[in-house]
């Protein structure tokens, strides 16, 4: 069984990669290993309220891209998500992490769920191409640090080289 983290909120993030790396061996799938991912870390990182994929795809409303909903562990979520909007726009769009403490005081938040109050979203980035985003989300407000953002980027990493993306 996979270390859980539910009595701290400082996993170790080496360890968990191991673990992934282990649960991804043998598999290359973009939707079954976004599944496991999401499944992975809604169960070893704790107050947590969802974890989950946004990949980009053609827009249904205008030339380019947005973000539509992919695999994730939570409450019902948004579907689609234009570029340059909301936490997960702003992250693909200017391509870094973005880790903020407070959801509420972000300009043009997009509330899925109005019991989000802290949010980390990382750029999927292959070849400097964004191919989509990981989003995580706490109620609690300013529950990710610096130490989370530099493990949860180690993590999609891990992801990311396990899984074939195109």
Not at 107 to 129: F, R, T
Not at 153 to 160: N, Q, Y
Request: hydrophobic share 50%; proline share 5%.
């Amino acid at each position: 069984m996979f270390a859980s983290s539910a009595a701290s909120l400082a996993p170790d993030y080496p360890l968990l990669a191991r673990q992934l790396a282990s649960l991804f061996e043998g598999e290359r799938d973009l939707g079954a290993n976004a599944a496991q991912f999401s499944a992975f870390i809604n169960d070893n990182i704790a107050d947590l309220n969802w974890a989950g994929f946004y990949f980009l795809r053609p827009s249904r409303k205008h030339d380019g891209q947005e973000l539509l909903l992919g695999p994730f562990q939570g409450k019902v979520a948004c579907y689609r998500i234009p570029i340059g909007r909301g936490v997960c726009g702003t992250a693909i769009a200017e391509r870094r992490t973005m880790l903020v403490p407070d959801v509420h005081a972000f300009a043009g938040h997009i509330a899925c769920d109005s019991a989000s109050n802290a949010e980390v979203v990382i750029p999927l980035m292959q070849d400097g191409v964004p191919l989509g985003v990981f989003d995580i989300d706490s109620p609690t407000l300013n529950r990710f640090s610096a130490a989370d953002q530099a493990g949860l980027e180690l993590l999609v990493a891990t992801f990311m080289a396990a899984t074939d993306l195109a």
